[in-house]
């Protein structure tokens, strides 16, 4: 593939291509995520602490933004692209930005079912639901895993399978 013309999810394609080769379309920098989730496990690590609701749901505006913008444009794509990256060596390779933003899609339904339950009445419901977004988002951030992405995977394996045999 050849590198898009003009700004991408991303920002500008690279000059040349790179050890990755040129950027597909829709692809983002796989660091961009996994910054992104450590990111996002710092505000959950403060939730659980706090147990803030209002900050569980300053997070759900968050993940609501990235899966609405994409990966590379959320608020903090937009970091990673303007502080981080630029100060980092070019990828060596380029993930799909779908499965990213499935994850972002998987930890809005996490938190937002414990903004809810939390609004029922229910105790604990902001907690549990930053502690279970915590231990997704930390095993991405720390050791490059992704559930929400690996669940992506799968989905689409299952779609894929069940369209072959129609």
Do not use: H
Request: with cysteine; proline share 11%; glycine share 14%.
């Amino acid at each position: 593939m050849t590198a898009p013309d003009g700004p991408t999810p991303e920002g500008p394609a690279p000059a040349g291509p790179g050890p990755a080769g040129p950027r597909p379309p829709r692809a983002v920098d796989p660091r961009g995520p996994r910054f992104g989730a450590a990111m996002t496990s710092l505000v959950l690590a403060a939730v659980v602490v706090t147990g803030a609701w209002w900050l569980l749901a300053v997070q759900a505006v968050l993940f609501a933004t990235t899966v609405v913008l994409g990966p590379g444009r959320g608020p903090w794509g937009l970091l990673f692209r303007t502080a981080v990256r630029p100060r980092l060596a070019p990828p060596t390779w380029w993930e799909d930005g779908a499965a990213p933003r499935f994850a972002q899609l998987v930890g809005l339904v996490v938190v937002g079912v414990g903004l809810l339950l939390a609004g029922l009445g229910v105790p604990g419901a902001v907690v549990g639901s930053a502690a279970v977004a915590l231990f997704a988002a930390g095993l991405n951030a720390a050791f490059g895993i992704c559930l929400g992405c690996a669940g992506y995977r799968v989905l689409l394996r299952l779609r894929t399978r069940s369209t072959a045999t129609a």
